[in-house]
């Protein structure tokens, strides 16, 4: 499968990947007691159409 | 963010629930290999590659009279640590070091997970009752194969 790129802005806080990181997918592992972290969704900007679109 | 936030199960299974924890799992797009799904309608594509589910919701669950336990309604991932309420879809949800995923939606239950939950109800786990309370569905954005091993 591969990731396709079609559009980021704002979406991604300093411990997670820029856009420009996101590269086609491939595959990874985890493990439990891995660390998560989480960006949430700006909603508002969601609404307004200026969120993450992210295809596969 | 929150820093303490973890993994604290990975679920899998050849079908069904429960979903059985394994000591690691390598995934893809289509998510974690050694899972499979009966029903794949409803499971199994790129956007819903991923179930996660919060511990601390079942916790909850489990002090309301459920017999739910971790992977027992079919969520692949069980994190402690997050504002489950805030896990909404778009959010974006770092996995160790080598995956991101991205939510895009919450999961219907339906009537195979009732088994977890008292009175064979899940309205619980129902986004309709329980807004941000369900489980959620992700897509995988990234990995890295060259570091599959995890230490």
Redesign the interface.
């Known amino acids: 499968?591969?990731?396709v790129l079609i559009a980021c802005s704002g979406?991604?806080?300093s411990?997670?990947?820029s856009p420009r990181?996101?590269?086609r997918?491939?595959?990874?592992?985890?493990?439990?007691?891995?660390?998560?972290?989480?960006?949430?969704?700006?909603?508002r900007a969601?609404a307004a159409g200026r969120?993450?679109e992210?295809t596969? | 963010m929150t820093g303490s936030a973890h993994i604290v199960q990975i679920n899998v299974s050849a079908g069904g629930v429960p979903k059985r924890a394994v000591p690691s799992a390598q995934v893809t797009a289509l998510g974690l290999q050694g899972d499979a799904h009966r029903d794949r309608e409803q499971h199994g594509e790129p956007d819903r590659a991923l179930c996660l589910f919060s511990q601390e919701r079942i916790r909850a669950l489990q002090a309301g009279g459920h017999s739910i336990a971790a992977g027992s309604i079919g969520e692949n991932l069980t994190i402690e640590g997050i504002d489950w309420g805030a896990v909404t879809p778009g959010s974006y949800l770092r996995l160790g070091a080598e995956v991101v995923a991205q939510v895009t939606r919450y999961m219907s239950p339906c009537a195979n997970i009732t088994g977890s939950l008292r009175d064979r109800d899940y309205s619980p786990v129902s986004q309709n009752r329980y807004p941000r309370d369900n489980r959620a569905c992700a897509r995988v954005l990234q990995g890295n194969p060259s570091r599959t091993g995890i230490p």
């Open positions: 499968m591969v990731g979406a991604f806080g411990d997670l990947p990181e996101i590269r997918f491939k595959s990874g592992s985890f493990a439990p007691g891995d660390a998560v972290s989480a960006r949430h969704a700006d909603e969601i969120g993450a992210v596969l």
